[in-house]
């Protein structure tokens, strides 16, 4: 199934309507339901059902793990920090304000000026247990560095459970090997972004 049926969650044209009998209401009503349904055996009409669909093979269950239904690009999963496309570094600028809007105040980062006198990022991390998996981090983001990827499976046994830079991080010979891909998905910029941005009114 690719995304384009998934979209399309519009199953009205595969509506039945089913003919329901009138519930009897008089005992002499219900002792006649019960004769109609034991000789017309509708218990081995079901089973037939059953049986019919069982050895059609074409079963829809989804075998979860090793198969799993495609999730929108807009999906609100796991965070990555991810690479700048042209050079491989990492886009955090360290500006801070992923931290600052998170509600659940669950992102901590640690910055620091390196020996070329530019910030650099030292620690970043999300505590997966406090995430609401909003998405206010990656929307203010403003190098599209946070982002949400794809990855739904958070499970943990602790509540406290974190991820570290590392584990977001694009790791640079996934980069190198230029699987990491401009990001389309929450927080992204609109392909008609440059259009919607205002003139500032100001003359200057
Ligand atoms: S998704 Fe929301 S709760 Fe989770 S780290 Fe981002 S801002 Fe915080
Ligand atoms: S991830 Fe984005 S918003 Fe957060 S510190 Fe880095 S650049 Fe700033």
């Known amino acids: ?11 009205s044209k ?12 008089t005992p002499w009503e219900k002792f006649k339901r ?14 037939w059902i059953v049986f019919r669909e069982m050895i059609k093979f074409n079963i829809h269950t989804v075998q979860y793990p090793a ?3 495609p999730i929108s690009p807009r ?7 991810l690479r700048l496309m042209e050079s491989g ?10 931290e600052k809007i998170c509600i659940a105040n669950c992102i901590r980062m640690d910055t620091k000026i390196d ?8 620690e970043y991390t999300i505590n997966f247990g406090r995430c609401i998996f909003c998405g206010y981090c990656a929307e203010v983001c403003p190098e599209l ?23 977001m991080l694009t790791p640079i010979d996934i980069f190198k090997a230029g699987k990491q891909k401009e990001f389309p998905g929450f927080g992204a910029l609109s392909k008609n972004a440059d259009e919607n941005v205002k003139k500032t009114p100001l003359a200057y």
């Open 145 to 167: 560095a946070i982002v949400h990827g794809g990855d739904y499976e958070n499970a943990s046994e602790q509540r406290a459970h974190f991820a570290l830079k590392e584990d």
């Open 34 to 47: 019960v004769v109609k349904r034991t000789f017309s055996c509708e218990l081995f009409v079901g089973l």
């Open 75 to 81: 999906y609100r999963a796991i965070h990555k920090l």
């Open 1 to 11: 199934m690719d995304l384009t049926n998934y979209n399309n969650r519009d199953i």
């Open 89 to 98: 570094n990492e886009r955090c600028i360290g500006c801070g304000l992923c």
């Open 67 to 69: 198969e799993k239904l």
């Open 115 to 122: 020996e070329n006198s530019r910030k650099a990022v030292t």
């Open 14 to 25: 595969d509506y039945r309507y089913v003919k329901v009998d009138p519930i009897p209401t």
